[in-house]
Structures are given as structure tokens and as C-alpha cells.
């Protein structure tokens, strides 16, 4: 074994001299007796023993110079195999740290026979340990090994304790819910009662509506039936459906491709004609302006040709004022011409004048007449004038609000009736009368 051999096996027994071991396996193995075989064939104590002994002896091995004669790695030939200290140290180490003392017995009687094999085992015989020193470590590793088993179940019986009067607190808690919930018992015992009454009654209507509703059960299945029956037949005109659907499906389809060759011939009409919208938007023009002329001149036409119709009344009228007028004078004076006026009576005029008026009112209405339609000319020769030059106006103007209002104007005032005119004049007229009397 070289000295970087030796560090490495001191380091592995610094390592283990750090770790408690009493307490770990106290805590691996608490409800075990210390000479109760628990670690592979060993107790507890002999494990702790045995692995003290083992580390310490290497310990005191290494202080000297023979351990440059020991041997690093070793090969046994038998059960124990072969490894080397540092492997078999660190793996012995490790599986006491976890607390797995079953996997680290393997390696702890590998480690002794390496021992007993090089001839430090037995130290009493060398005189490193005297055999009383032995018993007395012994000893000492048994009593801290109990002692820790001590600590650890005083604990637990501390805990146990605790639970006792935790428990204990608890029953009293429950006695005294118990109480309470006795005296509730006993104050409920006669509403129980009352309540038991009422579930018999209960039971007894409860019977009643199990019969009726066994009655509706029996209905339902009734219903059940009849709705089969119906699911049967929605089935079968479904079916009908189906086929007269995929019948017009094809319809459809065939459709469908006619109605995109008529889309196609649509479209390429419809270039056709955007292709000729200016050509058509010229003549549109053409066709408002000939309108507008041919609207005016047919204005014009029709009001002279109502003027027209009125010439022939105009001169009935206008030979009837004279003819009236002498048929008037003529018949006063043959009512008041034919005596002397001083010696009539006044009796005599009256009557005469009542007669004289009949004459009188045609006379009138004759010039009246003859008036009005005279009027009538008038305006109607008016609105021809006005209907032919609308366009005219029109155009001269800039904006078409401006157009739109003149025009509107002009043939609401154009198609005004004359009649309405000589009503307001004579309205007119009847209020300036009355101002003036």
C-alpha cells in the first residue's frame, strides 16, 4: 500500500468516525432488543461492536509503518470475493449513512477477514488492546447503544402520554356531546312520535299514488306503443323523403349547370352592354333634350288648342251682350213706355220693375259670361307662351337645384286652374266691397 493508498483508506476512517452510528441504528431498528438478531446474523450490538473494532484497528494500523506491507487489493478465493480498502471502506460507509445495515454486512465481514488473514485482528494477542480495555469498549458501545434505544422510547412514551390526555380530553368532549345530544333525544321523543303518525300518513297516500301511478304506467306503455308504431311509420316516410330528395338532388345539379351557362351568357352580355355605356349615355342625352323640347311644344299645342275652343264661345257671348242689351231696353220700355210716367202709380212701377228684371240678370250674366271667357283666353294663351320657353329658361341657369325649382315652379303655376284664379279675385274683390263700406 502506497501513501496515496493510505490517504485514501484514512479518509474513508475519518469518515466513519464522524458518523453517529449509535443513533442511526436506533433509528433503523427502534422496537428491536439490543441482542435480537437483526443485521444480517448479527444483533445490534454486535454490529456496532464489530465495525468499531474493524475501523479502529485500521486506524491504529495506519499510525505505523507496517501498513506500507498490507496489501491495497486483495482476492480471497472464497465466499468473500475480492475488492480493494477504499472500495469496501466508501460502500461500507455509505450504506450506514442511508441505514441500509443488511447491504454493508457484505462488506463488514470482508473487511474482518482482511484483517485476520494480515494478522491484526486478534490485538490482544499483539498487545495493542489489553482484553479488560476490550470488554470495557464493549460495554460502552452496548450502554450508548441502550441508551439511545432509551432516549428514543422515553420519547415515544412522552408522545403516547400526550395522546392519553389528548385522548382523554377528547372522551370527555364526547361524553358531554353525548349528554347534550340525550336531552335533545328525549325533548325530541314526542315530536318523533307526532312525526311517526304523519309517515303513516304519508304511507297511506303514498300507497294511493303508487296505484295511480301504476295506472299511468300501464298508460304509458300504452303510449309507448302507439309511439313505436309512429317511429315506424316517420321511418318509412323519412325514407320516401330521402329518395324524392336525392331525386331533386339531381334536378338540382342539372340546374345548377344550367344556371351557369345562363350565368356565363349573362356576363358576357353584360360586358357587351358596360362596353356601350357611353354610347347609350349620349343618347340618353339626345333623347332629355327631345323630350324637353317635344314636353314644351306639346304644352304649347294643347293650351292653343284649348284657347282655340274657346273662340267660337267667346263669340256666342260677344253677340249675345249686344242682342241682350237691346232685348232689355227694348222690354222696359215697353213696360213703362206706353203712358204717362207722372200719372203711374207707384204700385204700377213695382210691379213693372219686377218685371224688367228678369231681362236685367240675363244682361248681366251675358257680360259676365262673356267676361270669364274672355279670361279663360287670356290665360290659356299665357300658359302656351310659358310652357315653350320653360327649357329655355331652364338652361340658362348653373345648378341643377336651381333647374329643378324654376321648372317645378313654373308647371305648378302652369297647370293651376283659371277657375280657382277668378274665385280668389273674386274673393279679392268681395273684401275690398266690404273695406270700402
Same mark, same amino acid.
Given at each position: 500500500? +502506497? ?123 499483539? &498487545? ?55 336531552? %335533545? ?12 303518525? %304523519? ?11 303508487? %296505484?295511480?301511478?301504476? @295506472? ?23 325514407? +320516401? ?45 339626345? !333623347? ?9 311644344? @306639346? ?10 275652343? !274657346? ?7 260677344? $253677340? *249675345? ?9 227694348? $222690354? ?13 202709380? $207707384? ?31 287670356? %290665360? ?10 320653360? +327649357? @329655355? ?8 337645384? +336651381? ?12 297647370? &293651376? ?6 274665385? *280668389? ?13
Amino acid at each position: 500500500m +502506497n501513501n496515496s493508498q493510505k490517504n485514501q483508506v484514512q479518509t474513508q476512517i475519518d469518515n466513519y468516525f464522524q458518523i453517529d452510528m449509535t443513533s442511526l441504528i436506533s433509528a433503523a431498528f427502534p422496537n428491536v432488543d439490543e441482542n435480537q438478531v437483526a443485521i444480517g446474523e448479527y444483533t445490534p450490538k454486535e454490529f456496532l461492536s464489530l465495525a468499531n473494532k474493524v475501523f479502529n484497528q485500521f486506524r491504529e494500523e495506519l499510525k505505523g509503518i507496517y501498513f506500507k506491507a498490507l496489501p491495497f487489493q486483495y482476492q480471497f478465493h472464497n465466499e468473500y470475493g475480492g475488492a480493494d480498502l477504499n472500495t469496501d471502506l466508501s460502500n461500507f460507509n455509505a450504506y450506514v449513512t442511508s441505514k441500509r445495515f443488511p447491504n454493508a454486512v457484505a462488506h463488514l465481514n470482508r473487511l474482518v477477514h482482511y484483517q485476520a488473514v494480515n494478522g491484526f485482528w486478534e490485538k490482544s494477542k499483539r &498487545k495493542y488492546f489489553r482484553h479488560s480495555e476490550e470488554a470495557v469498549n464493549s460495554e460502552k458501545e452496548r450502554i450508548e447503544l441502550v441508551s439511545k434505544q432509551l432516549e428514543k422510547s422515553a420519547a415515544s412514551l412522552q408522545d403516547l402520554l400526550d395522546d392519553i390526555e389528548s385522548a382523554k380530553a377528547d372522551l370527555e368532549t364526547f361524553k358531554e356531546a353525548k349528554r347534550k345530544e340525550l336531552s %335533545e333525544i328525549e325533548s325530541l321523543l314526542a315530536a318523533s312520535r307526532s312525526h311517526n303518525n %304523519e309517515i303513516l300518513e304519508l304511507h297511506s297516500s303514498a300507497t294511493s299514488l303508487s %296505484e295511480k301511478i301504476n @295506472s299511468l304506467n300501464d298508460a304509458s306503455e300504452l303510449k309507448i306503443n302507439e309511439t313505436d308504431e309512429l317511429y315506424k311509420e316517420s321511418r318509412l316516410e323519412l325514407k +320516401n323523403v330521402r329518395e324524392a330528395l336525392e331525386s331533386q338532388a339531381s334536378v338540382v345539379d342539372t340546374q345548377n349547370k344550367e344556371y351557369i351557362n345562363l350565368k356565363n351568357k349573362f356576363e358576357k352580355m353584360l360586358s357587351l352592354v358596360e362596353g356601350k355605356t357611353d354610347y347609350f349615355a349620349e343618347r340618353n342625352e339626345y !333623347l332629355d333634350d327631345l323630350i324637353g323640347r317635344e314636353v314644351g311644344a @306639346s304644352l304649347f299645342e294643347t293650351f292653343k288648342q284649348r284657347k282655340g275652343e !274657346l273662340g267660337s264661345s267667346i263669340s256666342f257671348w260677344k $253677340w *249675345s251682350v249686344p242682342v241682350t242689351a237691346i232685348a232689355t231696353i227694348t $222690354w222696359i220700355f215697353f213696360l213703362f213706355g206706353n203712358g204717362d210716367l207722372a200719372n203711374l202709380q $207707384w204700385q204700377v212701377i213695382f210691379i213693372n220693375s219686377l218685371k224688367a228684371l228678369p231681362a236685367i240678370g240675363l244682361l248681366l250674366f251675358a257680360i259676365s259670361q262673356y267676361t270669364k271667357e274672355r279670361n279663360f283666353q287670356e %290665360e290659356y294663351a299665357f300658359k302656351s307662351a310659358v310652357a315653350l320657353t320653360i +327649357n @329655355s329658361y331652364a338652361d340658362q341657369l348653373v345648378g341643377e337645384d +336651381n333647374k329643378d325649382k324654376l321648372i317645378m315652379e313654373s308647371v305648378s303655376e302652369i297647370y &293651376k286652374t283659371p277657375i280657382s284664379k277668378k274665385y *280668389s279675385k273674386d274673393k279679392e274683390t268681395k273684401s275690398l266691397v266690404g273695406a270700402a263700406k
